[in-house]
C-alpha cells in the first residue's frame, strides 16, 4: 500500500468521515480546511464538521424510515459521524439530534488526534493537481468562490449550479382574509391547502411585475455574475418577472382554478401561501424565492392584496448551493471522469442532508483506500439506502432533471407484488412497504460488507 497521503478538501461532515475512513485503513491523509483564514457565510466556529443549519440528523429509525436505515448502515461502518452524534444526542423524540457545540468539539479532537491525519487551515483554490496522488474533494454548498470557478472551469457551466433561493416566510395572523382566501386550485387534496391573495385588476399585476424587476438585489462579486446559474426549479421571484410579464401569471401566479368566496370577480393573477408549520401560524409565499434586498422586499410584497399589513417571520434570500451534475461528471467509483484522481463527496455531488452528505463522503474514503490497496470494491447495492442515494448521483437519476435528493425509498427498486392463495397480486403498501425495504436493505448490506471486508 502507498503511503503517499490522500488530500482531503473541506473539513465538513463529508470531509471528515472521508479521512476517518481512510486513516482507519491506514491511510495518511491530509485534511483541508480554510477556516478559520478564510470564513464563511454560515459557519460560527473553527471546528470540524460544524452544523451551519439544523442540529437534527432526522429519523432514527432503521425499521420505517430511509433515513434511520442509512444511519444504520454508517454505524457498521464505524462513522466517525454517527458515532459523535450518539455522544453529542439530545431529546428528539425519535430524531437524532445533537449538542452543536459538543458534537463539532468530538470529531474535531479525534481527527486532530488522529496519528494518519494532518490538517491544514489554509485554502485550496485549485483542483488538486495529478502529483498529488489521489484527492477527494468535499468542500460543499459553501464551497469558496476561487475553487468553485475551478470547479466550473474543469465540468463546464452548464455543470455546475451556485446559488438557490429561498422563499419568504409570513405570520398568518397578519395576512388580511376580508381579500385572501383558503383554497386548493381546484380544490384538490384538502380543498383548502393554500391561502390565496388576487390581483383582480391587470395594471396592479403589472405595477407588481415592474415592481419586482426594478427591486434593489443582492450583489455578487464579478465572475458570479457573469457566471451565475440557479435551479430551474427554484428561480427567484425577479428573475422569473425578468423573462416576461406574463411568466408569473403562466407560473406561481395562475389564477386558475381558484375563485374567492368574497366575490365573483375572476382574478387575474393570484399569490399563494402554503403552511409552513404544524401549528399553522406561518405561511410561505409558494413560488416567491428572491434575492431582493429586505426592505424593497418587504415593500414590494406588501403590494400583494391580503399582505398590506404583513408580517415576516423570515424574510427570503440567496444562499450557496454549489454541486456538480455528477450523473454525467462521475463515474460509479465517484472519480471525476475528466481527473480520475479526484473524487467528489457530499452535498457537492448532489445529495441533500447531513447524514447523506457524510455518507457520500464515507464511501469516497472506503473506494480510494481500497483503490491505494490495489482492490476495487463496489458501491453497496441500490437496495440499500447508501446504495441507493449513490447509484441516482452517479447514473441513475435522470441527467435533464437532476436536482440534490435526499435518501428516500422513491430510490430503491419497487418490490414485488406478493402472491396471494387466490394466484392475484397484492401490491405492499404502508409500513408493510417500508419494512419490506428496510428488511431487503440489511440483509444486502451485510451480503456486501462479507464482499467487501
Known amino acids: 500500500m502507498s503511503k503517499k497521503p490522500v488530500h482531503v ?83 428528539a423524540g425519535s430524531a437524532l439530534a445533537v449538542d452543536r457545540e459538543l458534537f463539532s468539539n ?79 386550485r381546484y380544490d384538490k387534496g384538502e380543498g383548502k391547502d393554500y391561502i390565496n391573495c388576487p390581483f383582480y385588476e391587470k395594471e396592479d399585476y403589472l405595477n407588481f411585475i415592474n415592481e419586482l424587476i426594478n427591486a434593489e438585489k443582492t450583489e455578487f462579486k464579478e465572475w458570479e455574475k457573469e457566471n451565475i ?55 410561505n409565499i409558494v413560488g416567491f424565492q428572491t434575492k431582493m434586498k429586505y426592505g424593497d422586499q418587504q415593500r414590494i410584497l406588501r403590494l400583494i392584496p391580503g399582505l398590506e399589513k404583513a408580517e415576516f417571520a423570515r424574510l427570503g434570500g440567496i444562499h450557496r448551493n454549489t454541486f456538480i451534475h455528477s450523473p454525467s461528471l462521475l463515474d460509479r467509483q465517484l472519480r471525476l471522469k475528466t481527473k480520475p484522481h479526484i473524487r467528489f463527496a457530499g452535498q457537492m455531488t448532489g445529495c441533500e442532508g447531513y447524514v447523506e452528505s457524510a455518507a457520500v463522503g464515507l464511501m469516497t474514503g472506503l473506494l480510494t483506500a481500497a483503490e491505494l490497496n490495489g482492490k476495487e470494491i463496489h458501491t453497496p447495492p441500490n437496495t440499500t439506502a447508501m446504495g441507493a442515494l449513490l447509484s441516482h448521483i452517479t447514473g441513475d437519476a435522470n441527467e435533464k432533471t437532476f436536482q440534490p435528493m435526499n435518501v428516500n425509498f422513491g430510490l430503491f427498486p419497487s418490490p414485488e407484488p406478493i402472491i396471494l392463495d387466490t394466484g392475484k397480486k397484492k401490491k405492499l403498501k404502508g409500513s408493510d412497504r417500508k419494512k419490506y425495504y428496510t428488511d431487503n436493505a440489511k440483509s444486502h448490506f451485510n451480503e456486501w460488507l462479507l464482499q467487501v471486508s
Open 106 to 184: 468530538i470529531v474535531t479532537e479525534r481527527l486532530e488526534n488522529h496519528e494518519l491525519i494532518t490538517i491544514d487551515r489554509n485554502e485550496v483554490t485549485e483542483l488538486p493537481p495529478e502529483d498529488w496522488g489521489l484527492s477527494i474533494v468535499a468542500t460543499g454548498p459553501l464551497t469558496s468562490a476561487p475553487l468553485s470557478k475551478a470547479i466550473m472551469d474543469e465540468a463546464g457551466k452548464e455543470h455546475l449550479a451556485f446559488f438557490d433561493a429561498i422563499a419568504p416566510i409570513i405570520y398568518k395572523e397578519s395576512i388580511d382574509f376580508e381579500i385572501a382566501w383558503f383554497q386548493s
Open 229 to 283: 446559474a440557479y435551479f430551474e426549479g427554484c428561480l427567484p421571484i425577479e428573475v422569473m418577472a425578468e423573462r416576461g410579464v406574463e411568466t408569473l401569471r403562466f407560473g406561481p401566479m395562475k389564477p386558475v382554478g381558484l375563485q374567492s368566496p368574497h366575490t365573483d370577480r375572476k382574478a387575474y393573477a393570484v399569490v399563494q401561501l402554503r403552511q409552513d408549520n404544524k401549528l399553522g401560524t406561518i405561511y
Open 9 to 91: 478538501i473541506g473539513g465538513g461532515l463529508a470531509g471528515s468521515e472521508a479521512a476517518w475512513q481512510l486513516a482507519n485503513k491506514g491511510v495518511p491523509v491530509i485534511l483541508h480546511e480554510m477556516r478559520p483564514k478564510q470564513k464563511t457565510a454560515a459557519h460560527q466556529t473553527n471546528g470540524l464538521a460544524e452544523l451551519v443549519c439544523s442540529n437534527s440528523f432526522r429519523s432514527d429509525d432503521h425499521e420505517l424510515n430511509a433515513v434511520g436505515l442509512i444511519h444504520h448502515e454508517m454505524r457498521q461502518l464505524n462513522s466517525i459521524i454517527m458515532s459523535a452524534a450518539e455522544e453529542a444526542k439530545v431529546p
